[in-house]
């Protein structure tokens, strides 16, 4: 039951008008049981796994607040251990051995032939790290209510592929009773709409293209490989971005913020800047308890100001960035193209932060204006070009492939193939419609919504246009979400 069937929205549909029937004081064990019976018609055997995890972890916190100094320190580093260890099992294809011999299959599994772990538990795996680090913190309290620390972790918008919830900002939620609101009803309902469209119209249309050649990259030609980059660029965003939508708009309508992990990354002005706008809560997750322990670490190591004639604090910087995006390449795979994915993030990363005094100055010399239209045009297309490159390590089969599709889209030409002209135009007039609707958030609205008017009518045309397109143009059998296998 993926967010773009049909199960999906009787159920959510169904599971809306009881969570809003039953008495408030209960809305939270209808909400987990909802979300029980959500990731049972996905992965029904793994659910299991899931509450030993949320026992473990539930009474390993209050053990954990009553602790200090090494004591607290050794336990910490204990569940860190445990709850990884969970993720490094993926590796050794653990899970299908381990259900074998139980004749359980993986029929229902949108990625039966690549996922060897259940669906959503990196996901569920960080929330539960980032509710323990910040009980170790003091920033919070342990949970008193199980009950209400298992729906945190289940809750089933967002259990699948996030947002990465911190404890502060949506486990307190779930002690709040909620009321019926129109307002959240038709906010949700119009983001959930949005998320429909980008998933359904634009990244399912542009996976026909891009699937189609990747598939078999050494048979095109540079002008077809060019493109197929930048097509793959708008799907893994229109998929994600889609998926999160849904999830935001899900929520909402049930009373829920969750937070959104897209803030238009495509108009980013760096590499610095598209992390702070791409995945936010797996990349403050990556910050905050990866890469500022690793600069802390490092800063208490190296006491002199420079070494080798290179600064102590760029020193520190490049090696917690590069340790970091190695650690999430590797998460995304054991393939050597995902980490290749994550040290190119790491080199460019790093080469900014050395160059930004130095193009400062070019800035000045030759009289350019930080804050000019063109200068700030031509980073956007800079920043974007450079992400989509190191995407094509994500999405190649090899290495080797990888540098062939690059190289082969700068120095080839040719006539672009495409295998259907109807769907090649769905995916350039999808394209455009996205950029349009993100170019008014981003200069002029900010809002998540695509469309806002003061007309009432004039809105919901906007939204029954949307669903009409959806019912008529997107594709009703496409891929599962791409973020499902990691």
Known sequence: MTFTSLSFIGFFFATTVLYYTVPQRFQWVFLLVA????????????LPLLWLLILINFFAAKKLDTLTGERKKGFIILLVIFNIGLLVLKYFKFFPQFFSPLDIHFQQDPFAETVLFPVGLSYFIFTVMSYLFEVKAGHIKPENHLGIFATYLLFFPKIVQG????PQSCLTQFHD?????????????KLMVWGFFKKMVIADRLGIFVNDIYSNPHQHNGTTLAVVIIFFSFQIYADFSGYTDIALGTAK?????LTNNFRRPFFSTSI??????WHITLSFWLR?????????FFSRKLKKETYLNIKTDQIIYSGAIFITFFICGVWHGKEPTFMLWGISFAVLLIWERMMGKPFKKLRSLIG????????KTFKIFLTFILVSLIMVFFRSETVSDAFYIIRKAFSGGGTIYYPDLQCFLYCCLGIGILMTVESFQE????????????SWFREQFVYAVLVIAILLTGVMQGDAFLYMKY
């Open 272 to 277: 610095k800047d598209f992390w702070q706008r």
């Open 368 to 375: 350019i204006s930080k804050n000019s239209g063109l200068h």
């Open 163 to 166: 947002p990465i919830e911190r």
């Open 443 to 454: 200069f002029k609205t900010g809002s998540p919504l695509p469309f806002i008017s003061k």
């Open 288 to 296: 905050d308890y990866i890469f500022l322990p690793l600069a802390y």
């Open 177 to 189: 009773p909620k009321s019926l609101s129109f307002d959240n009803i038709t906010e949700g309902s």
């Open 35 to 46: 979300s029980n019976i959500f990731y049972f018609f996905i992965m029904p055997a793994f």
């Open 253 to 257: 309508v049930l009373g829920f913020n």
